[in-house]
Structure formats: C-alpha cells, structure tokens
C-alpha cells in the first residue's frame, strides 16, 4: 500500500467476484479501507468480457458498497493522467 501511495497509482475495485464463487469484490473490503486510510484513490472494473458483463453491478452493489465505505471520488485516467471524478 505504500509502495502504491509512492507511486501516486490507484486501485481498481472491481465488480468481477460478484460473479464468481468468491462472491464479492475484489480487493476485500479490508484492503478497500487500507487504501482509503492512505489517501490512495479508486478506479472501477467488472472485468466484462462480454457486452452483456459492462459495468455489471455497477447501479446496486458497487453504488452500495461505495456509499457504504465513504467513497466520494473515483480516479479516471486519460493518456496516463489522472483525473478525479467526484461521485457527489
């Protein structure tokens, strides 16, 4: 986590487990609030490899799981520049 903090990077959160036997996102909530506590900030993934898997749960649970952990704001990026999207 500091390594990534050094770097200036972002973590994806990603929709993917919800769709697999894990049942839930990827990182674990625990690694979530680890980052948040650094101030490192958030990207979003499902993972689609289909048209069909877009943004799957995006609406639902990850809006749940975002409001849940406090998360205002999502990092976009943009020819390897970052931008921070407020959700707000």
Not at 49 to 61: C, F, I, P, T
Not at 63 to 83: C, M, N, V
């Amino acid at each position: 986590m500091e390594r990534i903090r050094r770097e200036d990077l972002a973590i994806e959160i990603s929709t993917a487990g919800w769709r697999k036997p894990v049942g839930e996102q990827y990182p674990h909530v625990d690694l979530i609030r680890a980052a948040q506590r650094l101030g490192i900030p958030f990207t979003l993934a499902s993972d689609a490899h289909s048209y069909a898997q877009l943004a799957e749960y995006y609406d639902d649970r990850l809006a749940d799981l975002l409001r849940q952990l406090g998360i205002k704001e999502l990092a976009s990026y943009e020819k390897h520049r970052r931008k921070i999207i407020s959700l707000i």
